[in-house]
T-cell receptor, first 111, second 113 residues
Framework: SQELEQSPQSLIVQEGKNLTINCTSS?????LYWYKQKYGEGLIFLMM?????EEKSHEKITAKLDEKKQQSSLHITASQPSHAGIYLC???????????FGAGTRLTVKP | DGGITQSPKYLFRKEGQNVTLSCEQN?????MYWYRQDPGQGLRLIYY???????QKGDIAEGYSVSREKKESFPLTVTSAQKNPTAFYLC????????????FGSGTRLTVV
């Protein structure tokens, strides 16, 4: 199965600051997903990356997958309190829909 | 609107009892999943099913059982063999023929009392 390491474990930023969350795998990533979770709730899908070098953006959030397909980053520009929550990366193994997750990054945005 | 419904939202269980968590989807998704989340941790895969009447163990299947008699339903039973069942349980589904991403339910919080 895929083992994903996320960093940092937690992050506290001032509103308006940029931030980056990383997700690293020892194996090639096939289908890398980013989700956001509010405490005690389900997961909200943010983005999915499949190709090496791929980059996707939605509003102020940009996700990238490196060329080797072993590392992904999630970048938030001009953070807002609404960005606060737990960010999780997940990945499928090759040719299989069996998503495993990283441990998550807890983001706090101070007004 | 299509989605995944998990019930109940909160569940209390006495030690030694089996309890079943419900997960129903009306998205016509082929595959369904159960994850467990402990405080401050990510999600761990318990069981998944990619087709009716078939399912596979995930990484932490011991003490759990599932069934997939209908495409729409994937109930999870937490048995008395699960030594530390208190956790947040999330159900998910995906259309493996097309691509619409994994959709998650809102979760069930199970507490052993």
């Amino acid at each position: 199965s895929q083992e994903l390491e996320q960093s940092p474990q937690s992050l506290i930023v001032q509103e308006g600051k940029n931030l980056t969350i990383n997700c690293t795998s020892s194996k090639t990533l096939y289908g890398l997903y980013w989700y956001k979770q509010k405490y005690g709730e389900g997961l909200i899908f943010l983005m999915m990356l499949q190709k090496g070098g791929e980059e996707k953006s939605h509003e102020k959030i940009t996700a990238k997958l490196d060329e080797k397909k072993q590392q992904s980053s999630l970048h938030i520009t001009a953070s807002q309190p609404s960005h606060a929550g737990i960010y999780l990366c997940g990945a499928d193994s090759y040719n299989n829909n069996d998503m495993r997750f990283g441990a998550g990054t807890r983001l706090t945005v101070k007004p | 609107d299509g989605g995944i419904t998990q019930s109940p939202k909160y569940l209390f269980r006495k030690e030694g009892q089996n309890v079943t968590l419900s997960c129903e989807q009306n998205l016509n998704h082929d595959a369904m999943y159960w994850y467990r989340q402990d405080p401050g941790q990510g999600l761990r895969l318990i069981y998944y099913s990619q087709i009716v009447n078939d399912f596979q163990k995930g990484d932490i299947a011991e003490g759990y059982s599932v069934s997939r008699e209908k495409k729409e339903s994937f109930p999870l039973t937490v048995t008395s063999a699960q030594k530390n069942p208190t956790a947040f349980y999330l159900c998910a589904s995906i259309d493996i023929q097309g691509w619409s991403g994994y959709t998650f339910g809102s979760g069930t919080r199970l507490t052993v009392v």
